[in-house]
C-alpha cells in the first residue's frame, strides 16, 4: 500500500509534522513495491537510498533534533495533525497520482487538509453551506475512484471546523464521522474527539461497531504493517556506521520520529478504544 501525505510544511513546521515524515519515507522507499503498489514488509538499507534522502531533505531535517520518547500526557487531540491517505495507483507516477487527486479534492471548492490550517481557500461560512456543497459534490462524483480521498480531507475539514463541541449537530457528526471510518481515515485523534462526543447519542452498542470496524479496517492494518517495516528500517539504517555523517544525521532523526510517530498512533488508537 503506497501511502503519500501532505508535505507543503515539512521544512517550517518540521516538530509538529511527524506523520508527514515518516510517511515520506514510504514514498521514497517506493522502489521497492511489487506490481500491486504493495510495500514490502522488508525494507533494504540502501546506503543509496539514504543519500539520496539526505540530499533532497538535509536542510529539513539534519539539524533538528529530535528525541525519540514522546510524552503523551502533553498531546491535544484538537490540534493534532490533520492528514490524508492518498490511494496508490498503477498507470500514472507518483507526483501525477497525487496532483490528481489534491486536484479532484480542489474541484469541490473546498482546500487541502494540513497540518497548520492555513488553508489555501476559505470554507464555508457555515456549516449549512459546507454540509451542502459537500453532499452535493459527493452526489456528482459517487462514482469517482477518488471519492474516498475527498471524504477523508473534506469531513476532517468539516467536523473540526463546525461539529465538535456542537451538541445541536451530533446527527451531522455522526454521518461525517461514517464518512471518515467509510474512507480509511487513520485520523485517530479526531475520530477519538468525535465518538466520545457522539457516545451519548448513539449509544455503547453503536461505539462498539465503530471500534471494531476501525480495528478490523484491513486497509488500515496493512498501511501500518508497512509503517512497522519502515521503522525497522530506519532504525537498522540509523544504526549503520557504513554512511557519512550527515546522513547519519538525517537517518537518525528520521528513525526518532517513526518512533515518535508510533508512539502517538498507539497512544490515540488506545484511548479511542478506551470510549
Known amino acids: 500500500l503506497l501511502i503519500v501525505f501532505d508535505l507543503n ?57 529530535l528525541n525519540s520518547k514522546l510524552d503523551t500526557s502533553k498531546l491535544d487531540p484538537k490540534n493534532d495533525d490533520d492528514a490524508v491517505v492518498y490511494m496508490p495507483s498503477k498507470v500514472l507516477s507518483q507526483k501525477e497520482n497525487l496532483l490528481a487527486q489534491r486536484n479532484f479534492i480542489l474541484s469541490s471548492g473546498f482546500p487541502l487538509a494540513n497540518n497548520s490550517r492555513d488553508y489555501s481557500r476559505p470554507l464555508p461560512p457555515t456549516f449549512i453551506e459546507a454540509n451542502a456543497k459537500y453532499r452535493e459534490f459527493k452526489r456528482k462524483e459517487k462514482k469517482n475512484q477518488y471519492l474516498q480521498v475527498f471524504e ?48 451519548p447519542f448513539v449509544g455503547v452498542q453503536k461505539i462498539k461497531e465503530y471500534k471494531k470496524e476501525i480495528n478490523t479496517d484491513p486497509i488500515v492494518a496493512a498501511h ?52
Open 9 to 65: 510544511h515539512i521544512k517550517t513546521n518540521y516538530m509538529k509534522n511527524l506523520t508527514t515524515i515518516v510517511l515520506l519515507f514510504i514514498f521514497l522507499f517506493s522502489n521497492c513495491k511489487n506490481n500491486n503498489n504493495a510495500v514490502q514488509p522488508h525494507l533494504p538499507a540502501s546506503t543509496t537510498m539514504i543519500k539520496t534522502t539526505a540530499n533532497n531533505f538535509y536542510m529539513a531535517a539534519v539539524n533538528t533534533k
Open 152 to 199: 477523508q480531507n473534506t469531513a476532517s475539514l468539516i467536523i473540526r471546523k463546525y461539529l465538535l463541541d456542537k451538541a445541536s449537530n451530533l446527527s451531522a457528526l455522526k454521518y461525517y464521522t461514517e464518512d471518515l471510518l467509510r474512507s480509511h481515515s487513520e485520523n485517530y485523534s479526531l475520530i477519538y474527539l468525535a465518538l466520545k462526543q457522539l457516545k
Open 224 to 275: 501500518q504493517k508497512a509503517i512497522d517495516a519502515l521503522r525497522a528500517n530506519l532504525i537498522q539504517s540509523a544504526n549503520s556506521k557504513s554512511v557519512s555523517n550527515n546522513v547519519f544525521d538525517i537517518t537518525t532523526t528520521m528513525a526518532n520520529a517513526a518512533v515518535v510517530e508510533h508512539t502517538r498512533h498507539l497512544h490515540y488508537l488506545r484511548k479511542l478504544n478506551g470510549i
